[in-house]
Structure formats: C-alpha cells, structure tokens
C-alpha cells in the first residue's frame, strides 16, 4: 500500500503532479462502498469545480448541492441506460439542466430501449416551465412541475397545443421526455403569435429525437425558427404525414426539400405567409411525396408558374384538395391544373391577379377535372362569362360552386353555368354586383330541378323588378335560400322567389330592410313545406303579425328562429313561440321590444324546449326576468344577456350560481 502512495510517475492519478500536498492523508478519502462504477474520461477536465476547497495541508468541503456537481457527461451516460416512462419523467422534473440534456440524448444513444408499457390515458407527463426554476436561481432546491394536458385525439395518438407565453423550448422537451413511454406524440401545434414566443430550432430538436412518431406539425407565427428545426424534424420523424407552415419568414426553400425527401408519407401540405419558400420547395414536394392529398398555398410571393406547375403534375394521381391564395401565377397554372386534376374534387382560386380569361378557359377545356365536386374563386378577375361557361362544360360533376368578388361575371355567365352543369346542387355568390334578379331566375329554371341552395350575399345588383317577368316552373328541389344583405331586395323580388321555391326548409333575409310584413306573409303562405331554421336579423320592418303566422304555420318543425335587430317585435311574439314552437332549441331576440312579461311567457310554456337564448340589449328587461331565466334554466345550455343595463350585476352573479351548466354572457 506504501508502494502505491509513492508513486509519482509520469502517469500519475493527477496528471501534472499530485492533487493534495500530503496525498497519505487516509482521512482525505471517501468511502465509495461496493459495487460502484466510476466513470473517468481520460485526461479530460471536468467542467464543473469540484466540492472541495484547499486551505494548507487540508481542504475543507463547500456548501454546495450533491447532484449539481455531477457533469454532464456522466448524467449523459446515466440518463441514456435509463428505460422511457416514469424513470425519465421523473429525472425530467428534477432541473432545467436535467431536463434539457435528457432532451438532447439522440434514439441510437439510447442502451435500454424496452419502453414501460404504459396506457396514454393513464400516463402523468411532466412539464417543466420557466417560472418553475425562479427557485433555482434564487438558490432553492426545488422545482415544482405542472402537469402536460394531452389530449387522446379520436384515432389513438397524443396531441399538444401551445401558444403564446407557453410555446417555450422547455415545454416542448418536456414533452419529447414525457410522451415516450406512452406511445409517443402524434399532433403537435405551436402557435406563436407576438415577440413573447420563445420556441427556437432548439425546442424542435427536442421533438425530433423524442417524438418520431409524430404525424401532425403545425406551426404559426414563428419568426424565431429557423431551417434547422425543421430539418431536425425531417431527419427524426419520418412519420410524418400533415405539415402546416404559416407566418414562419425564416423558413426556406432547404427546410421543405428536407421535409420532401424525408418524409414520404407526407399526405396534406400547408403553407401561408412565408417568405423564403419558392419553387424548389414545391418541387422537391411533388417529386419525393407521392402519397399527397391535399395541398393549400396562400400569399407566398417567391411561388410561380414553376413550381405550382411540378407539384400539380408530380401528384396528379392521389391530389385530391387543392387551394391557391394570392400568388403570382399565370394562366399557365391553370392549365395544368385542367390537364393533370383528375383526382381533384374540392378546387379553392382566390386573389390570382395575373389569371386571364384565357387561364380559365383552358382550365375547363382541359377535360381533366371531371371529378371535380365544389370550386371556390374569389377576386380573379379573369372570371368572364365565357371562362365561366368552359368551366361548367369541363366539370360535369361539379355540385357546389361559389363566386366571390368577381366584377366581370354577368347574368348571361350565371345561365349558361347553370345549363351546363347538370349536377350543380349549391350555388353562392357574393359581392358579384353586375348579377340582377334576372340572371338569378334564370338559373334556377336552367338547373332542371336539381338546385338545393342559394345564397345571395352583398349583390348590389338585386333589385325589385319593374317590368313583370313571364310565367316560369318552380324549383321544387331548393329547400335552402339565403338572401343577405342585399339593399335593393324587396316585397317584389321575396313574392317572386316564393312562387318559383315552394319547398324551402331554410330561410335566411338577415340585413333585408324593404322587406315588410306586406311582402312576407304572402311567401309564407305559398311555402308548402316545413320551415326549420328562419333567420330574420336586421329586418327592421317586420312586425309581431309575421312572427305569429310564422309560428302558428310552422311552430311544429321551427328549430331555429333569429330576430336579432328586430325592433318592432314585442311581447305578443313570445307568447306565439310559448304556444305553438315546442321543438324550438335556439331564439335569438336581441335589440328588440320585448319586456320582463315576454320572458315569463317563454318560462311558462309547458312544451318549451329552449337552449340557447340571446335577449343582449333588450332594455326594457329588468331583474324582474331573473326568476323566469332560472325556470328556463333546466333546458338552457347558453345565455347572453349582454347589454342588459336594467339588470344588476348582483342579479346576474345569483343567476349564474343557480344555472351551474349554463354558459351566462353578460
């Protein structure tokens, strides 16, 4: 033994000399106790000081927490032998440091890869978040975790949402932590929002090596991620399957092509708002994911012709979604999209400003959208009567069609879309002001009784008709019309569509200000069947006698009733509804005349079956009306009593104690 404390060669315990001056001193050593493995890299200095300080011939021991002078590279060794699930989770709450250097251990490092076997609804994730580590940099030793939310999405897998102050690096490397030994995180969303976001590449990187069964991404928001993030994910989650990029102006082009050729079974692609991403990312999409479905790209200035054109014909045979917002595209675009669509069903054109009436025209000449079901096309001016035409000729399955903003498009389009599109069954136009009432008769004659709804919105070029237009055959088969916010809509044009639509079951004349009870009560007597939902808001010149023939014909099917801004309707409507609307689960009577004796009509009902009732800036309801709402409270669901200015606070705070399950606005 004398041997060995004399020894003083070159490879001494100490290189560079001995450690202490009197290295006999057996009081200077610690027991280890049996069994123990003591990991030494070679001739490398620790990075953490040691837990002694020498004063002389002795050294006295710091005050200083055990486990913090543990380096990192031995907590890597110990931390990567240890099994996922509880052991991990636990280790994870100790610190920060802890925590973030399990995060950073990659899958091939890891020695015991036998996961505990663990259910995900019984699973106990443990988040880290800043302001549990204010004690440790005040000198405390412990750090109180809160408890991951996950959510058990409907096909089996875990799902994670954070947004805000919350998106954080720590939270998502608690969450690569946790969620590996109950089968690992499936959807994740980050929503940044505001400079407060602090969730950097680091954080995905975290995920990466964590989480590789992951299937669904969405970030928005982000400035602070970069390409490696995401390219951090492309290496680590092959799974892969739904990408959502949105405001995120520091990813490019060399993020998505690594996404492309790492994650084949990618099947939706989203991408809006960013800068940096171009035609090369779309290309390498179209060329190594051959499974993609859907794919929606909105305000990207860098994507032309070029790339949309690669995707589109790369992914032809299983593309079935496609959205294009806002992008500088030609009319070449389009033609591919005519020629190579031929799984396409649901098409969405929006804001593409350099697509001609040529672009158009070649797209529905193409022949190749023939499963097309719904097209979307809002603000494109090159939307002309004879591209309209093509369209219709070139989409023979086309159900649902909607037209927004589109100043070019006139009657003579309209018809001649409605002539050939033989399975058109909805139709919406908004904002389309050189449509008269004209173009829109004639398309409800032209669809040979296959239309099932109409929805007018903003059309300024509605109007009553002067001249008297000639006999034509209903349209049996609408059942849904709405008509909003069309000032030039009156008496005349309502009697007319109750001749030509006697079958509705939905009707919707919110904003409709000429309509009177003189217009209104003649279409509810040629309608011949069952109205459910009635939606009258803004109708300013509808009185109490409407209400109660609306009640009284149709009280037995009503579900919905919507009287929001109906000024002239008073008391006498609620008994109506009290009397004859016994499956009526929604009424909405705000900004009108009622008083506390209409809500104890409503209460005394014995038939009644309201859910959700809006009486918001009704005045003339007091604290009067508080008992009879706590009567209807055994049905209702949701209350607004907004502006309510004659009921007190102090009423309210009784009202909402007693309806517990109600959700009370105020």
């Known amino acids: 033994m004398s041997k060995l404390f004399d020894y003083t060669g070159d490879d001494a315990f100490c290189p560079g000399g001995s450690m202490y001056s009197n290295i006999k001193d057996s009081s200077l050593f610690l027991s280890l106790g049996r069994h123990v493995d003591v990991y030494f890299p070679p001739r490398k200095r620790s990075r953490i000081s040691a837990p002694f300080v020498v004063s002389g011939d002795k050294f006295e021991q710091k005050k200083q927490v055990s486990i913090d002078v543990l380096p990192d590279e031995c907590l890597f060794e110990i931390f990567r032998r240890l099994p996922e699930g509880q052991e991990k989770s636990a280790c994870a709450c100790v610190s920060k440091r802890w925590l973030m250097l399990l995060s950073s251990i990659q899958r091939d490092e890891i020695c015991c890869t036998k996961a505990a076997d663990l259910n995900p609804k019984e699973c106990l994730i443990s988040e880290i978040t800043d302001e549990s580590f204010e004690g440790k940099k005040k000198g405390g030793d412990d750090v109180t975790p809160e408890a991951v939310d996950l959510e058990i999405e409907s096909d089996g897998y875990l799902s994670r949402c954070l947004q805000g102050k919350k998106a954080t690096d720590v939270r998502l490397a608690a969450i690569a932590v946790g969620t590996g030994g109950c089968g690992g995180l499936g959807k994740l969303s980050i929503c940044g929002g505001n400079s407060s976001c602090r969730v950097t590449s680091l954080g995905l990187g975290a995920i990466a090596r964590g989480c590789p069964s992951l299937r669904v991404l969405s970030l928005w928001n982000l400035s602070s991620i970069a390409d490696e993030g995401l390219i951090e994910i492309a290496n680590g989650c092959h799974q892969l399957e739904k990408l959502d990029l949105c405001g995120c102006p520091t990813i490019s082009d060399k993020a998505l092509v690594a996404i492309a050729k790492n994650c084949h079974n990618l099947t939706s692609f989203t991408i809006e708002s960013c800068p940096r991403i171009g035609n090369a990312g779309l290309q390498a999409v179209g060329r190594y994911c051959p499974n993609l479905k859907s794919i929606s790209i909105k305000n990207c200035p860098l994507v032309g012709d070029q790339g949309v054109a690669s995707l589109l014909s790369s992914a032809s045979d299983g593309l079935t979604k496609v959205k294009l917002h806002a992008l500088n595209v030609t009319d070449v675009s389009l033609a591919v999209i005519g020629h190579y669509g031929k799984a396409v069903t649901d098409l969405d054109l929006a804001g593409l400003q350099n697509v001609g009436e040529r672009g158009f025209w070649v797209m529905g000449s193409g022949h190749g959208l023939q499963k097309l079901k719904s097209l979307t096309i809002t603000s494109c001016l090159g939307v002309t009567d004879t591209g309209l035409e093509a369209v219709g000729k070139g989409c023979p399955n086309l159900k649902q069609f909607c037209v927004r903003k589109c100043a070019f498009l006139s009657d003579n389009g309209l018809v001649s879309l409605a002539k050939v599109a033989s399975s058109l069954e909805s139709l919406h136009l908004e904002e389309c002001h050189h449509i008269t009432q004209y173009g829109v008769l004639g398309a409800l004659v032209s669809c040979r009784g296959k239309l099932r709804s109409l929805a007018l919105v903003n059309c300024f070029g509605i109007k009553d008709c002067v001249v008297g237009l000639p006999a034509m055959t209903p349209c049996k088969s609408l059942s849904t019309l709405s008509i909003r916010h069309c000032p030039g809509f009156g008496n005349a044009s309502l009697c007319m569509i109750g001749k030509l639509c006697p079958q509705l079951q ?133 209350l607004s009593l907004q502006h309510c200015n004659a009921i007190s606070s102090s009423m309210v705070n009784l009202l909402v104690e007693q309806l517990w399950r109600c959700d009370i606005l105020f």
């Open 506 to 638: 939905r009707l919707d004349l919110s904003g409709s200000h000429k309509i009177t009870d003189a217009g209104f009560l003649p279409m509810l007597e040629r309608c011949e069947a069952t109205l459910i939902k009635v939606n009258l808001s803004g109708c300013v010149n509808l009185t109490d006698n409407v209400v109660s023939a609306l009640a009284k014909v149709h009280g037995g099917t009503l579900e919905q009733l919507n009287l929001d801004g109906c000024q002239k309707i008073t008391d006498a409507s609620m008994f109506a509804i009290a009397d004859n609307c016994a499956l009526l689960t929604d009424l909405d009577v705000s900004k009108s005349a009622i008083t506390d004796y209409g809500i104890a009509a409503l209460a005394s009902a014995k038939q009644l079956n309201v859910q959700i009732l809006s009486v918001s800036g009704c005045s003339l309801i007091s604290n009067q009306s508080v008992p009879f709402f706590g009567k209807l409270g055994q049905t209702l669901v949701g």
